[in-house]
Every structure is written in C-alpha cells, then in structure tokens.
C-alpha cells in the first residue's frame, strides 16, 4: 500500500520549529498502516527536516545559536555570496541536517520515542511556504 | 514482506560503539528477503545510529573526541542546562549524526561495504538501554 | 516492484560533485515507478552522498572549503593517522554527511526540488571508483 503526497508548510521564521502536529493533521491516511515506514522529503537548499526533543522550547533556540556558530554569515573564504548573507550558511546546514526523514508506522501512528518531535529547520531569514513529500508505505 | 520489531540494546558508555553483530543477531528474519531494505531507528534524542569504519577502534575514539569538540559541554549560549551539562551537546549530536539508517538487504545480508560497520553513537555520560525499531521491508 | 543495481561512479578528485544525471542515466527502471522510493547507498567510510544546490558551482567549492575546515587534517587529537591525513578527516564527514539518500519517485522521476542534485562528496585526495547500490521500490 502506498500513498503520495505533497504538503506546504506554514512559513516560518529561522529556526528550528516543532512541526509534528501540523504533519500529522494532514495525512490521515497513516491511520491505515499497520506496520510500514513513512519518508518525509523537504524540496529545497536552504530548509532541513530533523528530529529533536518536542518538549522544552530551550532546545530549539539553543540549536538555531549552534548551527549558525557552525555555519557562520560572510565567512571569509565563501564565494557562493550573491543571494544573501544567510544563503551559504543555509546550504551547509543543509547538508549537515538533510533533507528527509524515515520513520517507522506502528499500527496507524508514527512510531517516535516519548521525546522524539519533528523538526522543520528554517535555515533562511525571509522563506515562504516549503514543500514536502510524504510517502507513506506499509500492510 | 514486512518484518518489524523493536530491540533493546544493551547499555554503553559515552562513545562510539560498534553493533553490527548485536543487530544481526537480533533479526534472523534477514535471511527470508533476497531484495530489500532495512530501516533502523532510534528512538532518543540523546543518542543517534551512524555508519563508520569496523576495523580500527581508534575512529570510534577520534570521532567522539571530534563531536565532543563540536558541541561542546557548557557552551555560554546553551540555555537548556536543566538535565546536566552533557544533555544539550547530546541533542546536537543527534540532528549532526541522524536517528536512522537505511541498509539495503541483498540475498539475505546487510549490503554494507567491507569497512562500514553500524555505530550506536551514545551521547549521554550516564545511559540506560537504547530502543531501535528495525523494519524490513523486501521480497 | 523491486529493482536493485550497483554502480560503480566515475572517480572524482576530493570535493562536492554533481553526479544526478549520472546516476539517471544508470537507472532506466526508474521510468516504471509511478509512486515510490528510490535509495541511494554508498558503500564507503571515506565518501558520501548528500543533496545540494544543481546551479552554482561555488557552492561544491565553499561546502569543501567548509567541512575541510570542520574537520581538518593532523588535529593533534587523532590516534587514527596511519592511512594518510585525509583518512580520519573523511570518516568524520562520512558520518556528518551520511552515506544514503532516499529520494521520492513520482511518475517515473526522481520527485526533488526544483534547485535540487546529488551530489558525491569524495573527501579522499586519491580515490577510485565508487560503489552505490541504487534500492527502487514502488507500484
């Protein structure tokens, strides 16, 4: 059984923004999965999908200060510089982060552990609504 | 075909650990698929999976010097201190080194290359037993 | 439907190569998948694969330049130096970057963004071929 979707997300502002409710809501479909394995997979450079603690806010402003220590604005040594100040750092996260997430459906539901939330990175300071596509696989 | 199950690996110490022989041991319905995937999942955010070389346990050691450098303890912006100073540097850890891994399945084995080997990656100074959810999904 | 197929990838000098239509050109049984997953494998510790920007080439340049500088060569802390001072260098961008991809397949293509590639990141100075088994699963 497969099912295919693709849904845009509410803009965000930078930063690493609990996004599993909002996932949730919009793919009933999970409900009919006993055992299978659903993949999330953002369509852009500059965003990421993660997943992280879903309880203290703390955690979420304490990794966007981290990875934009990590991936500084106007390094030096960048070239790719004629969209922004934040579009480099924005690839390099990117890649660190990734673009997609796997998780396991248990009987209609994500199967995450009790702290596990997903987390929409928003790795630019003015974005739009970002795609994602949903395959959901499973018996 | 869909095999899925839940493990409890035994606990270890902060560090990188090798546990290709635990998985393997723990899922003979491997054997059964000739062509597929396997999909681990960890189910914390204090500790990740990732693949890496199975010889030389020197790595094990410089790659959790090297992480332990990159998100260091008490770093002056953290502001999720609550749960001990190893617990934000954890969660860093996490998003850098990722909560799943895909293994393709060919004639019954793991198709990994001659050097990787599967790492769990425990972040905390302090852990208990970690759950991975392993689905196998296959012909 | 399951097609499962190893590639060997034209050598590469170390850096961030785009290697799409590469590895398009290799998968005709993609065009049989209205919807599935596509997985992509690397079978090394010293080479990965991750998705980036397909325009400018800048940004493979900068994004070398950026993990050569997160994990530089002869850190006085690695034990792991007898294959070469690119060798732990390359196990650790290994396991920042990751060695798969899964990628959505819609109607008989790759489903990325429209910025989207694949990128090989080679982080050996001197590497031969390398290998990638490609997982499609879909209806």
Redesign the interface.
């Known amino acids: 059984m ?1 099912h ?1 979707k693709t849904l845009s997300l509410k803009p965000r502002t930078r930063g690493f923004h609990l996004i599993t409710a909002e996932i949730e809501a919009n793919i009933p479909e999970l409900k009919t999965i006993k ?3 659903a ?1 999330l ?5 500059s965003a990421s999908l ?4 879903n309880a ?1 806010p ?2 979420q ?3 966007e ?2 990875f934009s ?3 500084p604005e106007n ?1 030096p ?4 510089c ?1 969209e922004g100040s934040d579009d ?1 750092p924005a ?2 996260k ?11 459906v ?1 009987n209609g539901r994500f ?6 939330g997903i ?1 929409l990175c928003e790795h630019r300071n003015r974005a739009g609504s970002r ?1 994602v ?1 949903i ?1 959901l ?3």
């Open positions: 497969w295919q055992t299978g394995l993949h997979f953002i369509k852009h450079t993660t997943l992280n603690e203290d703390d955690v402003t304490d990794l200060t981290h220590k990590t991936a390094a040594y960048y070239r790719h004629c480099m690839h390099i990117c890649s660190l982060l990734g673009a997609s997430l796997t998780i396991p248990t199967n995450l552990g009790t702290w596990q987390y795609q596509v395959t696989n499973g018996e």
